[in-house]
Protein backbone atom coordinates (compact mmCIF):
# COMPACT_ATOMS: atom_id res chain seq x y z
CA UNK A 1 0.00 0.00 0.00
CA UNK A 2 1.47 3.27 -0.96
CA UNK A 3 1.48 5.71 2.08
CA UNK A 4 3.32 9.18 2.46
CA UNK A 5 3.52 10.80 6.40
CA UNK A 6 4.79 14.19 7.49
CA UNK A 7 5.76 14.97 10.58
CA UNK A 8 7.78 17.41 12.47
CA UNK A 9 5.67 20.38 12.34
CA UNK A 10 5.17 23.07 15.27
CA UNK A 11 4.89 25.86 16.66
CA UNK A 12 7.88 28.30 16.07
CA UNK A 13 9.15 32.01 16.43
CA UNK A 14 9.25 34.60 13.57
CA UNK A 15 13.04 34.05 12.57
CA UNK A 16 13.03 29.76 13.81
CA UNK A 17 13.66 27.03 11.98
CA UNK A 18 12.12 23.20 11.73
CA UNK A 19 12.95 20.35 9.40
CA UNK A 20 9.64 18.34 8.13
CA UNK A 21 9.98 14.92 7.26
CA UNK A 22 7.92 12.75 4.81
CA UNK A 23 8.16 9.40 5.04
CA UNK A 24 6.91 7.10 2.17
CA UNK A 25 6.05 3.11 2.78
CA UNK A 26 5.46 0.91 -0.29
CA UNK A 27 7.14 2.63 -3.32
CA UNK A 28 10.24 4.11 -3.59
CA UNK A 29 10.54 8.13 -3.30
CA UNK A 30 13.86 8.12 -5.00
CA UNK A 31 11.93 6.33 -7.93
CA UNK A 32 9.41 9.32 -7.95
CA UNK A 33 9.08 13.27 -8.71
CA UNK A 34 8.07 14.05 -5.15
CA UNK A 35 6.65 17.86 -4.16
CA UNK A 36 5.84 19.91 -0.84
CA UNK A 37 3.06 21.93 -0.70
CA UNK A 38 1.00 24.00 2.18
CA UNK A 39 -2.37 25.25 2.89
CA UNK A 40 -3.12 28.33 5.03
CA UNK A 41 -6.14 28.58 6.93
CA UNK A 42 -8.58 29.89 4.39
CA UNK A 43 -6.60 29.70 1.18
CA UNK A 44 -6.01 27.37 -0.98
CA UNK A 45 -3.91 24.56 -1.49
CA UNK A 46 0.22 26.07 -2.87
CA UNK A 47 3.08 24.67 -4.34
CA UNK A 48 6.16 24.60 -2.44
CA UNK A 49 9.43 22.54 -3.83
CA UNK A 50 10.14 20.21 -6.17
CA UNK A 51 12.60 17.17 -6.14
CA UNK A 52 13.55 15.19 -9.21
CA UNK A 53 14.37 11.57 -9.09
CA UNK A 54 17.67 12.96 -9.88
CA UNK A 55 18.31 15.83 -7.32
CA UNK A 56 17.21 18.51 -8.99
CA UNK A 57 15.06 21.18 -7.15
CA UNK A 58 12.78 23.99 -7.56
CA UNK A 59 11.09 26.21 -5.35
CA UNK A 60 8.01 28.79 -5.23
CA UNK A 61 9.84 32.63 -4.74
CA UNK A 62 8.49 33.28 -1.64
CA UNK A 63 10.50 30.00 0.01
CA UNK A 64 13.73 29.94 -2.22
CA UNK A 65 16.78 30.76 -0.36
CA UNK A 66 14.88 29.96 2.97
CA UNK A 67 13.71 26.57 2.35
CA UNK A 68 15.44 23.51 1.19
CA UNK A 69 14.10 19.86 0.27
CA UNK A 70 16.25 16.77 -0.17
CA UNK A 71 16.15 13.40 0.13
CA UNK A 72 17.67 10.52 2.15
CA UNK A 73 17.12 7.27 -0.13
CA UNK A 74 18.25 4.58 2.89
CA UNK A 75 15.66 6.09 4.84
CA UNK A 76 12.65 6.28 1.89
CA UNK A 77 12.18 10.05 3.59
CA UNK A 78 11.96 13.27 1.62
CA UNK A 79 12.88 16.16 3.90
CA UNK A 80 11.89 20.11 3.92
CA UNK A 81 14.22 22.53 5.88
CA UNK A 82 12.58 25.87 6.65
CA UNK A 83 14.81 28.45 7.88
CA UNK A 84 13.65 32.53 8.64
CA UNK A 85 10.05 31.14 9.11
CA UNK A 86 7.60 34.26 8.71
CA UNK A 87 4.02 34.03 10.23
CA UNK A 88 3.20 33.83 6.34
CA UNK A 89 4.28 30.48 6.54
CA UNK A 90 2.12 29.17 9.17
CA UNK A 91 -0.25 26.26 7.55
CA UNK A 92 -0.46 22.73 6.74
CA UNK A 93 2.49 21.12 5.03
CA UNK A 94 1.63 17.93 3.01
CA UNK A 95 3.70 15.82 0.58
CA UNK A 96 2.80 14.61 -2.61
CA UNK A 97 4.22 11.97 -5.47
CA UNK A 98 3.82 14.28 -8.42
CA UNK A 99 1.19 12.79 -11.10
CA UNK A 100 -0.69 10.45 -8.29
CA UNK A 101 -3.48 10.52 -5.86
CA UNK A 102 -0.73 9.55 -3.08
CA UNK A 103 -0.79 12.54 -0.55
CA UNK A 104 0.23 12.61 3.23
CA UNK A 105 -2.10 13.86 5.88
CA UNK A 106 -0.12 16.69 6.70
CA UNK A 107 1.75 18.11 9.41
CA UNK A 108 0.95 21.51 11.26
CA UNK A 109 3.57 24.61 10.63
CA UNK A 110 2.85 28.03 12.95
CA UNK A 111 4.91 30.74 13.13
CA UNK A 112 3.90 33.33 15.90
CA UNK A 113 5.53 35.12 18.37
Known amino acids: QVQLAESGGDLVQPGGSLRLSCAGS????????MTWHRQAPGKAREWVATLWPGGATIYTPSVKGRFTISRDDAKNTMYLQLNSLQPEDTGVYLC???????WGQGTQVTVSS
Open 96 to 102: HEAGSST
Open 26 to 33: GFSLSDEI
